[in-house]
């Protein structure tokens, strides 16, 4: 008999842990995009500021250069912005 009530209890606990293990993982790979994507933002942010020193300085070339590497920024961005609202959806948010 208490045999059957710790088998009982061990499978109970293994159906309950599963599924919370996935609900911590895909809380923590959420946390890591959106940590990832604030950074991408500052990068954004501070590429602003040096386009607007190069352009006053008439060095256009290398403001365009630097706006074409925003733009992949922006685009991976986007890809990841697109990953978390379907990463939070399956949550149920």
């Known amino acids: 008999m208490?045999?059957?009530?710790i088998v009982l209890l061990?499978?109970?606990?293994?159906?309950?842990?599963i599924p919370l293990q996935h609900v911590f993982a895909q809380i923590g790979a959420a946390e890591q995009m959106m940590s990832h994507?604030?950074?991408?933002?500052?990068?954004?942010?501070?590429?602003?500021?040096?386009i607007k020193q190069l352009i006053k300085s008439?060095?256009?070339s290398e403001a365009l250069n630097l706006l074409d590497g925003m733009e992949l920024k922006i685009n991976h961005?986007?890809?990841?912005?697109?990953?978390?609202?379907?990463?939070?959806?399956?949550?149920?948010?």
């Open 58 to 60: 008439n060095n256009t």
């Open 37 to 50: 994507m604030r950074f991408t933002h500052t990068q954004l942010a501070n590429n602003i500021d040096q």
């Open 2 to 5: 208490k045999t059957n009530i």
């Open 10 to 17: 061990l499978l109970i606990g293994i159906v309950l842990v």
């Open 77 to 93: 961005m986007n890809t990841m912005f697109n990953d978390l609202v379907w990463e939070l959806s399956n949550k149920g948010h």
